[in-house]
């Protein structure tokens, strides 16, 4: 699953005032001192057609975010962007500033906002539609925060008593199994997963957990960044301890256990980039096998209070269990309580009290700078997405979600497929049968277009007067519909995002890509936008999502979603010293606090990046052939507006906190080596802008996988 962007195309610019020429393209816009912007004969468009011009307005790109100062061929996320960035302000209540992403979830919550309050007034009201009935009582008990603040912690009551019982590894497991079936995951997570060797199957996963900062390094590197924000994390566990009831010293001492102890969890764990092999990330142990490696845990209660019927069960770390038989066995029970209560709380924490979700934020404003929580609307729309989200996203749908935008990408989809079959067929070092099979992935992968084919139900009452129940009675539903997948027939139907979200995502083990209708909407998409600039924005979105299925994670799976090799050996020797290339190049950039780029890491969301500009560019090119005129808009060729399309599509501005966050953990590169890293490796963007050969953004070796 992968969160990245998504798509969607429809025909030529429209309005305004044209004038028309016989005049060649031209290149205009980027420097005084470019030549041409099609100089290159294969990759040029035709050379004497009419040319009509127009504003880059006009053609949907954001003229006042350039920065003319700087050379394009040098760093072309400031050309794209720079203006943007330094006249634009993080809101208080974000860690970034996005003209794509966080710019169209605002406008969605603003749409869903005004729709849930409308029917929060209306949920009582006689002969109300039961979908609307359901949805504003829900999100009317998230606003009512005076009922919330008389209920306090008793929504959680019975399982922090469950909890206070603990006093052995038995009354331990049974506090686990309570709180998993609840869906709080602690200690370790626990859930569906496509079997990787058959991949129409679904099967248990029982895979690391059990820490309370973002990553196993934080509690492993000692630096001082990394020793600062583990003391903070410290104070902020004393903290939530006592905003439980615990007395101040006893906090503090319970406060360094659970940090000791979730240390001695992270040491058992694997790191982010060892996660990134499929293969490392199979290992069938079944009942039996996870039994044996931490028989100190009464699995027996565990399988009959999750209802887990099945044999079928794959360990994604399996050092983790035995670091866990080591900790049930020693931890004393005590220690054991404190940790429960300290991760029930800290997921529970948005539900309840006004202190509590207050303290909860402290931890989240030190990780990301981000100076204010959101206001109570928006973090109950978003609420109210999590819990029911089927049920919004079918009002979203009707409202926000035109046919022709679906019709329009699946158009988009086609001409990005058509042109990653010619790129493989152009492949001077994939061998006739490894393309064959890589024919045969795409022409089976699958997608989906703003909303699933069949809508869930929530078989559940929602009270309107009692949100903390409402909301544990979702998660109790969700993990009950979660668990009964294991040892049933994939539903490929089932989506991983609700129809508003603002995300994309490849499913490897489907070899399907999924944008939802949250996420087609300016700037990404618009019907007023010329076909380069859709293409650059959202185009490059479809082609980022195909890129998957063959980046160095998607090449281990087979046109059925299986983990299997499909590549002759040669060939694959050939794969990864390409895709290491790729890894080399972006550990060479450098991150905020003076680090670098973990090339490792980011590889596979690089490589995607890389091939989705490429495949957007020909499809562009392809979809654009017919037209009887080229467009020049403020001097800009098409191929430039493409670009700058692309470019601006990843305006972002950070706080240094969350950029720091971001560089330790993200499996994406910061916006600008998206960008300017991304355009390095393309050939056709050094044509467009007639870049020489010692600007920095042509690289005297290119990486080239896709």
Known sequence: MRPVLSLILLAAACGGANSTSTAPVAAGGATTTRASAGAHVDDAPPAMKPVTNRSLAEVGLDPSALDRSVDPCDDFYQFACGNWIRTTEIPADKPIAMRSFVDIEDRNLAYLHDVLERMRTSAAAPGA??????????????????????????????????????????????????????????????????????????????????????????????????????????????????????????????????????????????????RRDPHGMYNRLDRDGVEKAVPSFDWATFWKVTRFKSQRITVGAPKFLEGLEQLVRTTPPAVWRAYLRFHLASQAAPLLSRKLEQTQFELQAALTGQAEMEPRWKRCVAHTDAALGDLLGQVFVRDRFAGASKRAAEDQIAAITAAMKQRIEALPWMDPATKQRAFAKLAAMSYQIGYPNKWRSYPFT?????????????????????????????????????????????????????????????????????????????????????????????????????????????????????????????????????????????????????????????????????????????????????????????????????????????????????????????????????????????????????
């Not at 606003?143 to 008389?150: F, K, L």
């Not at 009551?157 to 602690?186: C, E, M, N, P, W």
């Not at 939802?516 to 998409?525: T, V």
């Open 129 to 274: 539609d039961p979908l609307e009935k359901t949805l504003g009582a829900f999100y009317g008990s998230c606003m009512d925060e005076a009922a919330i603040e008389a209920a306090g912690p008793r929504p959680i009551a019975r399982l922090l008593q469950t909890i206070d019982k603990v006093k052995d590894a038995r009354s331990l497991s049974a506090a686990v199994s309570q709180l998993h079936a609840a869906g709080f995951g602690v200690l370790f997570s626990f859930g569906p997963i496509q079997d990787a060797k058959d991949a129409r199957s679904v099967i248990a996963d029982l895979d690391q957990g059990g820490l309370g900062l973002p990553d196993r390094d934080y509690y492993l590197k000692d630096d001082p960044q990394t020793k600062k924000l583990r003391a903070m994390y410290q104070d902020h566990v004393a903290r939530m301890l006592a905003t439980l009831g615990a007395k101040a010293d006893v906090a503090a001492k319970e406060a360094a256990q659970i940090v000791a102890l979730e240390t001695e969890l992270a040491k058992a764990s694997k790191d982010k980039v060892a």
């Open 462 to 706: 929602v009270d309107p007067k009692a949100f903390g129940e409402n909301a544990l009675a979702a998660r109790r539903h969700e993990q009950v519909r979660q668990l009964e997948k294991i040892g049933n027939p994939d539903d490929r139907d089932d989506w991983y995002m609700s129809a508003p979200t603002v995300n994309a995502y490849y499913d490897a083990s489907r070899n399907g890509m999924v944008f939802p209708a949250g996420i087609l909407q300016p700037p990404f998409y618009s019907v007023d936008a010329a076909i380069p600039v859709n293409l650059g924005a959202m185009g490059m979105v479809v082609g980022h999502e195909l890129t998957h299925g063959f980046d160095d994670e998607g090449a281990h799976y087979d046109a059925d979603g299986n983990l299997t090799s499909w590549w002759e050996p040669a060939t694959a020797n050939e794969f990864k010293r390409r895709t290491q290339c790729v890894v080399d190049q972006y550990s060479q950039y450098e991150v905020v606090g003076g680090g670098k780029l973990d090339g490792a890491n980011t590889a596979g969301e690089n490589i995607a990046d890389i091939g989705g500009v490429k495949l957007a560019f020909a499809a562009y090119r392809a979809l654009r052939a017919p037209a009887a005129d080229t467009v020049v808009a403020d001097g800009f060729t098409e191929d430039q507006q493409f670009f700058l399309a692309f470019g601006q599509a990843w305006c972002a501005k950070m706080r240094p906190d969350y950029e720091q966050l971001l560089a330790a953990v993200d499996v994406h590169s910061p916006a600008k080596w998206r960008v300017n890293g991304t355009l390095s490796a393309t050939p056709e963007f050094e044509r467009a802008f007639a870049c020489k050969p010692t600007a920095k953004l042509v690289p005297k070796t290119r990486c080239e996988v896709w």
